[in-house]
């Protein structure tokens, strides 16, 4: 699962061989215009209103968890242990006789909240690493992509691993282990388009008004380089979620009693013969989850991706 | 095109090459088969350390030791010292020397001769050699004498009764002198036992061969023995149940239901020496400033509100035996005049408010094993009830251990192994410079009690002074014990005579492959 997922994690090919080529990339008036109708052909994409409907789903299943769940997903009764589903428990219990649905609607948290605020990590500091890089070349560019290029040449969750280690184990040094893993991703991909940005007519145009270096960037280097950036977002927040269960599963995220999918599937590894019940709900709850992420991700592809 | 097409159609090739791998690994398997007739195959879960018993620390080396390096003297049923090198011995008036009479006729498995200069070698060997782990254990001892070939006298600075017990383990296991003088012994190690040193792969495999010239050789029915090195216990059950191993040691207690529904399958199970016990900081750096660590009361309450027997059943099947000691209820020197208590909320409530208390925090740290986290999770569920706040912080087993060993934290899950004797379990958790007393709990009447059990050779009054030391430990309650560990050994069903005693070690005398 993780191995397909870390390559696609990669900056896309086909988009930096078209900056690389010189493509023609998004141009200043596309850029205001775009939103709109990418919008609109968004909503036509079986995948992204499938991949949608998923995220929204768990989205809302993590925000109104209190609500929603039928027990106290840590409270644990000692008479019911490992019991298979019923209908009082429609997923079962676990190994310490608490209710498995409840776990799985608040296991949601962690997951999505790991995903998106790892994700947002990554890309604020990632993007605008990779901004100054493209735009200003020379030594900043060799510094900041030799350091990028380190950091890649490690595996993401080797990488995520050990910092999770270091940090020791809690949700928040869990979602900066995988942002701070992410980063170079980012870095890489907004060097590259604006790289190709950069040699357009339009910013020669602005240089040539005198407009500020900050200002050139964020108001019209930014927008452009940003269509790519948010596919690769979106892909990022499914590996980033299975980053977390991973991290989880090993011992490495969320402080138990507290749910996580991952830490689920490590209680129930010991189960697997007996009460198979305890793996299926949280592991399937990942399996769609990703999905979700990575249909809206091939979507926003489709949609933004000049060439198609 | 052609990727797809190779995807699903496998080319000729492939199938010429997976066809002869198939005949061939039958072919291998079959003639294995043949050639191994007589290898007990055995299962471990950690790969040893240094095979020397001056410098070993793992029990997985102690359980290729029992094959290969026989002591002294032994362990039988009921933790009693029964004979092995040594045919008998006689303690002196004043206690404070051991002589040995030792068997006639033993050889090392190098063929040198094992006598009392030996005995007196490896002793001193022990104390002496850098990097020894024996040194602690040995410390008693002042000297030892040559009498005669046969006879051995040790030397004590003080009484010390646990002295027999000490070299019925890795500290009474003799190693050839002239293999140790050679610098890799450990990589060749010789001793006098009944299976010799062959080869070892690491993290892999280790092989031992039947010494011929062993002097109890007919009552071991395997030519040879191999250790594998499996560290999932699942995995080990998995390959016991295949046929492709013999006997897999530490069987997890939810397994246990599987080994006994498969005929071809047999349980071993003993009780253990082990403890698994609730360590309080009490006197170690800041983590000792906690209501809890200040407080015995709370240590009480906190005991009261947990229920003991619900921990055995929810976490291991209720396959363990829980207990409030630190001896287990199996050990002659457990003290009969503390029985477990049970549960009583009402009574940890009232405790607590003794204390002009509502919610007391802890900060309870331990391993990050599923064993370990299930207990910290159902603690921390129970206790919560009485008022109990318990903070988990699962830790990496390293960072673990290195807070445990410096004293770093309020509450710790600690996992003893247990002696055939109560002395090297109590003196260095509850004397005030105990060697495990890295809560720094220090009560100079328990100490007092602990050194007259050590001096003490008669067993009624060394029992005697143990139910006093336990009234005052478990008063004080520094630790709270929560379950001794049982051991599970599965062997296939085509082995048998397999004897399983309280140290947990895998004894070959008397196993055959069944006829």
């Not at chain 1, 507290?258 to 697997?272: E, I, Y």
């Not at chain 2, 002591?71 to 206690?95: F, Y």
């Amino acid at each position: 699962m993780t191995e397909p997922s870390v390559i696609s994690a990669l900056p896309d090919p086909s988009v930096n061989g078209a900056a690389m080529n010189g493509a023609v990339p998004v141009a200043i008036g596309r850029a205001k215009r775009s939103p709109r109708s990418a919008a609109s052909r968004l909503a036509r994409e079986p995948g992204a209103i499938i991949g949608g409907g998923i995220v929204l789903f768990f989205v809302m299943l993590a925000l109104f968890a209190p609500v929603i769940a039928p027990y106290d997903p840590i409270a644990s009764d000692w008479g019911a242990v490992r019991l298979p589903p019923d209908l009082a428990h429609p997923f079962g219990t676990d190994d310490l006789g608490r209710d498995i649905l409840s776990r799985v609607i608040f296991g949601a948290r962690a997951s999505l909240s790991a995903g998106f605020v790892s994700v947002v990590i990554a890309v604020l500091i990632g993007v605008p690493l990779g901004l100054v890089a493209g735009y200003f070349g020379g030594v900043t560019d060799i510094a900041i992509s030799r350091c990028a290029d380190a950091v890649l040449a490690c595996p993401f969750l080797v990488l995520a691993i050990a910092l999770a280690a270091f940090l020791g184990p809690s949700l928040e040094n869990t979602m900066i282990a995988i942002g701070v893993s992410a980063i170079p991703i980012f870095v890489r991909l907004a060097r590259g388009q604006t790289l190709a940005v950069r040699e357009e007519d339009y910013i020669s145009a602005v240089i040539s008004q005198g407009v500020s270096h900050p200002k050139i960037l964020f108001a019209h280097v930014l927008p452009n380089v940003m269509p790519p950036i948010l596919v690769q977002a979106t892909l990022t927040t499914a590996i980033a979620v299975l980053a977390e269960a991973s991290l989880a599963f090993l011992g490495l995220g969320q402080l138990p009693p507290a749910p996580s999918w991952g830490s689920m599937l490590d209680a129930a590894r010991q189960f697997l013969l007996d009460a198979p019940w305890m793996a299926v709900s949280p592991g399937l709850a990942i399996v769609i989850v990703v999905i979700g992420f990575n249909l809206i991700g091939d979507a926003l592809n489709d949609v933004l991706n000049p060439r198609t | 095109m052609q990727l797809a097409s190779l995807r699903k159609y496998p080319s000729p090739a492939a199938i010429v090459l997976a066809t002869s791998m198939l005949v061939g690994g039958i072919l291998a398997g079959t003639l294995l088969a043949s050639a191994e007739a007589a290898t007990l195959r055995v299962a471990i879960q950690d790969d040893p350390d240094a095979l020397d018993p001056a410098t070993s620390g793992t029990y997985t080396g102690r359980f290729v030791f029992a094959a290969m390096c026989d002591k002294l003297v032994d362990i039988g049923k009921d933790l009693a010292i029964v004979p092995q090198l040594a045919e008998s011995w006689q303690w002196s008036a004043d206690q404070k020397a051991l002589t040995f009479t030792l068997r006639h006729g033993v050889t090392f498995q190098d063929g040198e001769p094992f006598d009392a200069a030996a005995v007196k070698f490896n002793i001193e060997r022990m104390q002496t050699m850098k990097d020894s782990r024996r040194k602690a254990e040995l410390s008693p001892v002042a000297g030892v004498e040559v009498l005669a070939p046969d006879q051995v006298r040790f030397d004590l600075k003080t009484p010390f009764a646990p002295l027999l017990s000490v070299l019925s383990d890795r500290a009474g296991m003799m190693v050839s002198p002239k293999a140790a003088a050679k610098e890799d012994f450990a990589a060749h190690p010789v001793c006098a036992g009944p299976y010799a040193f062959v080869e070892r792969k690491a993290r892999d495999v280790i092989r031992l061969a039947k010494y011929q010239g062993y002097w109890d050789k007919e009552h071991f029915g395997y030519d040879e023995v191999a250790y594998f090195y499996v560290p999932d216990s699942t995995v080990r059950l998995s390959r016991v149940r295949a046929g492709d191993l013999d006997i897999a040691e530490r069987i997890a207690p939810t397994d246990l239901k599987t080994v006994r529904d498969d005929q071809k399958l047999k349980l071993y199970v003993s009780p253990g020496l082990a403890v698994s016990h609730l360590m309080v900081n009490v006197g170690a750096g800041e983590k000792a400033n906690t209501p809890l660590g200040k407080d015995a009361r709370l240590r009480k309450a906190f005991e009261l509100s947990i229920d003991r027997n619900v921990i055995n059943r929810v976490a291991f099947n209720g396959e363990n035996t829980p207990d409030n000691q630190m001896i287990p209820p199996s050990d002659p020197y457990h003290a009969k005049g503390y029985p477990m208590p049970g549960r009583e909320i009402a009574a940890a409530k009232a405790m607590i408010a003794q204390t002009g208390m509502s919610t007391v925090p802890v900060e309870l740290t331990f391993e990050n094993s599923l064993t370990d986290a299930r207990v910290a999770q159902i603690v921390q569920s129970m206790v919560k009830e009485a008022g109990f706040d318990v903070k988990l912080l699962p830790l990496e087993t390293s960072t673990a251990i290195e807070r445990y060993l410096n004293g770093n934290f309020e509450m710790y899950i600690a996992n003893w192994s247990g002696r055939g004797d109560p002395d090297p379990t109590l003196y260095p958790f509850f004397s005030c410079e105990g060697g495990q007393n890295v809560n720094k709990y220090c009560n100079k009447d328990l100490e007092t009690v602990l050194d007259a059990a050590r001096a003490e050779s008669d067993v009624q009054k060394r029992k005697e002074l143990y139910e006093k030391a336990t009234g005052i430990y478990l008063t004080d309650l520094s630790s709270i014990p929560l379950y001794h560990p049982n051991w599970f050994f599965a062997s296939s069903a085509k082995v048998e005579g397999i004897t399983v005693l309280p140290d947990g070690l895998l004894r070959l005398r008397d196993v055959r492959p069944v006829q």
